[in-house]
């Protein structure tokens, strides 16, 4: 799931925004209206983080790396069968 510390970011973030600087009164439960909504949408959107994705990525990648293997010795396999039986 997604880094608290992002979360967290996003919501100091928009809060001083939205109340034009620090230590004006309700900022600290803009902020954290904020982050609920933050939490929310990122928890419906259902994202992974960076290290997650490429993770996954590499996982892709070794994946194909087998299956273009296992392609080209069955190929190797079928002409061998081919020529054995054209003997």
């Known amino acids: 799931m997604l880094n608290q510390k992002i979360i967290e ?3 100091t973030q ?12 309700g ?3 803009m902020r954290q209206q ?9 928890a419906r959107l259902d994202l992974v983080t960076r290290d997650e994705f490429d993770a996954q ?10 299956v273009d ?3 080209l ?7 061998r069968l081919d020529n054995a039986s054209g003997e």
């Open 9 to 11: 970011t996003l919501s």
């Open 14 to 25: 928009l809060s001083e925004l939205f109340e034009g600087g620090r230590g004006l009164p």
């Open 27 to 29: 900022q600290e439960a």
């Open 34 to 42: 904020v982050r609920a909504a933050l939490q929310s949408s990122f």
């Open 57 to 66: 990525a590499a996982v892709l990648g070794r994946t194909r790396e087998k």
């Open 69 to 71: 293997q296992l392609e």
């Open 73 to 79: 010795k069955l190929s190797e396999i079928e002409q």
